[in-house]
């Protein structure tokens, strides 16, 4: 597996989570204290993310680490 494919992976399960939800991406932002724009620039690949802000978003979404980047 290549970045670009572990990136689509992981954009696309915070996009799942986040909508199985019911949250907006500024709920999600408000709950793992991003801003919006920083949550549409990860779930659209433009920044690459760290461990860390994944773990921050994990928390946000109540799920753990592993759920968002699991192959």
Do not use: P
């Not at 399960?13 to 932002?29: C, P, T, V």
């Not at 724009?37 to 799920?63: D, F, M, P, R, S």
Request: some cysteine; charged content about 30%.
């Amino acid at each position: 597996m290549n970045r670009e494919r572990i990136s689509k992976i992981t954009r696309n399960r915070i996009i799942a989570f986040r909508k199985a939800s019911g949250w907006s991406k500024s709920d999600l932002a408000r709950a793992c204290h991003k801003d919006r724009q920083a949550i549409e620039k990860i779930e659209n690949g433009k920044v690459n993310v760290t461990l860390y802000t994944l773990w921050e978003i994990a928390q946000g979404l109540e799920v753990g680490l592993g759920k968002l980047v699991e192959g």
